[in-house]
């Protein structure tokens, strides 16, 4: 079974600050990895999805990043903005069918 | 265009009583799922519709049926609810899309979510 981990589960950070969120995942023939954000008591916003054929994937000051191989993808937030407090949650899928989620990093950025 | 709704936005249950969650999708997706989001447990997947007229359990199906009535639409009921069931209840909707740049990949919609509390 496919299992996904996200460190840190909490990251505080300063305004402006560049960030890196991590997720790993335990069967790396994946289709494809997609990062979410979800707001408090909000559902959820896709971000960013890479086909497991690409190294990544960028919108904005979002940029993902996939190591198939080493079962792993980072998502790095340029310039952080307050707006940006948010859980992010990323997830994966074998088969097309069934999506595989993260606990998710709960960030908080600091004015 | 209102994507994946969903209906109720909350529900308070007693313990024992059935109810029905409802999701609707305008996108014309193929494929439909309901997912439970607890603290610490991340989202979880109760049951999956990968077409019209098909279900497959998930994770954590046990206590939960589904129905789906046509390609739109995708029913979650609790016949016997339980504490154990009070959670915070995502429908999500996606479809094999050739028409984005990068060609045939899946892609995920979430509904706002159902926030069920059972006592």
């Known amino acids: 079974k496919q299992e996904v981990t996200q460190i840190p589960a909490a990251l505080s950070v300063p305004e402006g600050e560049n960030l890196v969120l991590n997720c790993s995942f335990t069967d790396s023939a994946i289709y494809n990895l997609q990062w979410f954000r979800q707001d408090p008591g909000k559902g959820l916003t896709s971000l960013l999805l890479?086909?497991?054929?690409?190294r990544e994937q960028t919108s904005g000051r979002l940029n993902a990043s996939l190591d198939k191989s080493s079962g792993r993808s980072t998502l790095y937030i340029a310039a952080s903005q307050p707006g940006d407090s948010a859980t992010y949650l990323c997830?994966?899928?074998?088969?097309?069918?069934?999506?595989?989620f993260g606990t998710g990093t709960s960030l908080t950025v600091i004015p | 265009n209102a994507g994946v709704t969903q209906t109720p936005k909350f529900q308070v249950l007693k313990t024992g009583q059935s109810m029905t969650l409802q999701c609707a999708q305008d996108m014309n997706h193929n494929s439909m799922y309901w997912y439970r989001q607890d603290p610490g447990m991340g989202l979880r997947l109760i049951y999956y519709s990968a077409s019209e007229g098909t279900t497959d359990k998930g994770e954590v199906p046990n206590g939960y049926n589904v129905s789906r009535l046509n390609k739109r639409e995708f029913s979650l009921r609790l016949e016997s609810a339980a504490p154990s069931q009070t959670s915070v209840y995502f429908c999500?909707?996606?479809?094999?899309?050739?028409?984005?740049?990068?060609?045939?990949?899946?892609?995920?919609?979430f509904g706002p979510g159902t926030r069920l509390t059972v006592t």
């Open positions: 890479i086909q497991s054929s690409q």
């Open positions: 999500a909707s996606s479809a094999l899309n050739r028409d984005k740049p990068l060609a045939g990949y899946y892609e995920q919609y």
């Open positions: 997830a994966v899928t074998n088969t097309g069918n069934q999506f595989y």
